[in-house]
Structure formats: C-alpha cells, structure tokens
C-alpha cells in the first residue's frame, strides 16, 4: 500500500497540481564544468523556482539535468547529494511551495536523503520497476532497498515512471505500458508519471489513458505538456509537471521565463474550473 491514498492532495492540498521542473546549473563533480561556482548554480536555480512561484504553480521538483554524462545510480557521489540538499534547502526556505527531488540517474536512495534533509516532500525515479538499458548503460529497479532505506529515515513519497525514457526495454518488450504500470503500484509507489521517450517529448494520450484504467495511484503527465496540449492531458492527469515548455524559447537549459509561466497557469486553471463545473 503506498503510503496514503491520495498523496496529491496531502502534499499539495488539491486534486489537480501544476508542478515547475527546476533544472539546476551543473553540481561540482560535472564533467563538462571542472570549476564550479555552486553559489551560481544556487541562485539560478533560486531564480527560477521564484520566477515558477511568481506564476502560482503548486509545488517544484529539482534535480541537477546539467551534469551530462548522468552516472549510474550505484557510481553517485557524495559532493552531488551534499550540493543538491543545500539548493533544495535554500529554495524550501524561500518559498512556501511543496518540494521535490529528482537525482539523475536514477539514483533513489540518495534522493530519498537529499529530500529528508533539504525539506522536499517526494522523490521521481526513473525506473522503479523492473529495467532497461539507458545511457549510462544497464539500469535496474532498486525499488526493494529505497523502500526500505525511506522507512529508516522517514522520508517522503515516490513518484515513479512507468515507462523511463532516454532508454531502450527490449529485454522487457514483451510487457504493455499498462502491466508497467502495474509493476510499479505493486512495488508501492504512491504516484505513476507518464513521459515521453525524451525530455520535451509528450507523453501520448493513449498511453496516459492506458496507465490511468490499469493502476489505481495518481497520475502525472512529466514531459512536454505545454498551453497548446493542456487541454487535452489535464483532464486525464491528476498532476502535470513542466519544464520545457516554460523556458526562453522553449529550451530547457534556459531560464525560466515569467510571462509563460502565467500564461500556462491561467489556462490551466479555466481549463480545470472548466472540469470541475461539468462534475
């Protein structure tokens, strides 16, 4: 049983959350930035998490895309964990929004601890159930171990793709977006997020409609949902998760840009009184 039963509404006291992605600068130990100025890299990302607050999203997740190569989850060193909790811990005292951590790639258990101490309130991994074979080579679940390393410490809730992308699944090609999802309530996680193959590529409808009648947690949408397609994937999703599509000229290295931010959120609004109004 995930730990409770609608995790949406207790983490973000509403049924349909809106949900800033703060990509932050790269974390010391990045390859392709030996020098790094961590106090720059804090205060980008405090920039764009107050720029998301400014739109009146509901909560933030932030994880460090910017240290490309991504290592395996096994290979994650301190100095990314130690420098991640201090952004989130900076942010959380900023901002009265609900937090959480993504820790690339695919390392849970050190995201767990980054959350527990930097005051973020959910994790996102990648691939909690089964495997697949990404970039950094073979990525297995290690849903059994963050379970309980999550009792130990007392941290918060998972949220997990039932499809990981940047990936290829040919060793489980056998299985439907519908048994993954399975696969991944069955390991307890208490939310499902459906993504595209890549970062900005959408997550189909079919697919979103596939996990929603096969798997009982919530549902979030976590790549490309933008103010021409919100339309369609609100109504399907209990939370949606944006990055992309907010940043100047649609790229997601580049800061956030208000304007769209605000844009996004009052259509997504009308859209969900819309829904609401209709039962």
């Known amino acids: 049983m995930s730990i409770i039963s609608n995790i949406i509404q207790a983490i973000f006291g509403k049924q349909k959350a809106i949900i800033g992605v703060v990509h ?145 699944h040919a060793i489980t090609a056998d299985r439907s977006i519908a048994e993954f999802a399975r696969d991944v309530e069955f390991f307890d996680a208490d939310a499902i997020i459906a993504t595209g193959q890549h970062t900005g590529d959408a997550a189909s409808t079919d697919e979103i409609q596939a996990i929603r009648s096969d798997s009982s947690p919530p549902l979030l949408v976590g790549s490309s949902v933008t103010i021409e397609n919100v339309e369609t994937i609100l109504p399907l999703a209990d939370r949606i998760m944006l990055a992309s599509a907010l940043k100047n000229d649609g790229v997601w290295w580049n800061e956030i840009e208000k304007g769209r931010v605000s844009a996004f959120i009052r259509k997504a609004r009308e859209i969900h009184a819309r829904i609401e109004a209709h039962g």
């Open 24 to 168: 932050c600068l790269p974390l010391p130990g990045s390859p392709r930035k030996r020098d790094i100025d961590v106090m720059s890299t804090l205060q980008r990302a405090l920039d764009d998490a107050g720029a998301y607050a400014d739109g009146d999203v509901d909560g933030l997740i932030i994880q460090h895309h910017s240290n490309i190569p991504f290592l395996r989850p096994q290979d994650t060193g301190p100095e990314r964990s130690a420098a991640l909790a201090v952004i989130v811990d900076r942010i959380a005292q900023a901002l009265d929004l609900a937090l959480g951590v993504n820790l690339l790639a695919n390392a849970v258990i050190p995201a767990l601890a980054v959350a527990k101490a930097g005051g973020a309130r959910f994790v996102r991994v990648n691939q909690w159930a089964n495997a697949y074979v990404a970039n950094e080579g073979f990525v297995a679940d290690d849903a059994a171990r963050a379970l309980r390393y999550r009792a130990q410490i007392g941290a918060g809730a998972i949220f997990a793709d039932a499809h990981a992308k940047h990936g290829a």
